[in-house]
């Protein structure tokens, strides 16, 4: 079975400075994919980023990119010029490259400060 | 289409009742998947559908929990003789056969049970 792990209950941000989440997890697949969702308050879940385990260059989505480094296996999120809409619980999710089932990890609150 | 909609959106229920969710996917996606969210956890799989068949199911899912998904279009998840620790964010999601692009959640159905 896999398992997600993120180590930092919260955190906070000034606005316009850059944080990076933390996630690792651990599998015994080779062929797999990783997902960082944002949940703002009171808001459904979105997708942020996505990264397949085959490819070696990081995932980078406008202000978000990812630091994949696959035989530590870890998964953590860079958000640069943090903006006080990034404020949200922040999850990292796993899936088996053949699978259908997302693993998430226990989130990250995240605030963004003025 | 305008996403992946839950009804209802909170749902008070006294211990011993029956309640029942519904979710309307995306219409293109066949896979549809529910997923329960705990108070500052992540979201824990539930069940999945391809079309109209349920493929997989969590040990999560107790006998008193039932979801179908006639014609594979709108699903519903039904849970009878609830308990207080049937409290929780009840999510759906959808996604293409391709799901490691990453699923589409809805806002979620919040149940309390009083």
């Known amino acids: 079975a896999q398992t997600v792990t993120q180590s930092q209950p919260e955190m906070s941000v000034q606005e316009a400075e850059t944080v990076t989440l933390s996630c690792t997890y651990d599998?015994?697949?080779?062929?797999?994919?990783l997902f960082w969702y944002k949940q703002p308050p009171s808001r459904q879940m979105i997708l942020v980023i996505r990264q397949e385990a085959y490819k070696q260059q990081n995932a980078t989505e406008n202000r978000f990119s990812v630091n994949f480094q696959k035989a530590a296996k870890s998964f953590s999120l860079k958000i640069s010029d943090s903006q006080l809409g990034d404020t949200a619980m922040y999850f990292c999710?796993?899936?088996?490259?053949?699978?259908?089932?997302?693993?998430f990890g226990g989130g990250t609150r995240l605030m963004v400060k003025p | 289409d305008t996403g992946v909609s839950q009804d209802p959106r909170h749902k008070i229920t006294k211990r011993g009742q029956n309640v029942t969710f519904r979710c309307d996917p995306i219409s293109e996606h066949n896979r549809l998947y529910w997923y329960r969210q705990t108070l500052g956890q992540g979201p824990e799989f539930l069940t999945y559908f391809q079309n109209e068949a349920q493929l997989e199911k969590s040990r999560l899912l107790s006998d008193r929990f039932s979801a179908e998904r006639p014609k594979g279009s709108f699903s519903t998840l039904e849970i009878q003789r609830t308990e207080q620790g049937d409290s929780a964010m009840y999510l759906c999601?959808?996604?293409?056969?391709?799901?490691?692009?990453?699923?589409?959640f809805g806002s979620g159905t919040r149940l309390t049970v009083v």
């Open positions: 599998t015994s697949e080779n062929n797999y994919y």
């Open positions: 999710a796993f899936m088996k490259g053949a699978g259908n089932m997302l693993t």
């Open positions: 999601a959808s996604s293409q056969t391709q799901m490691y692009y990453g699923y589409t």
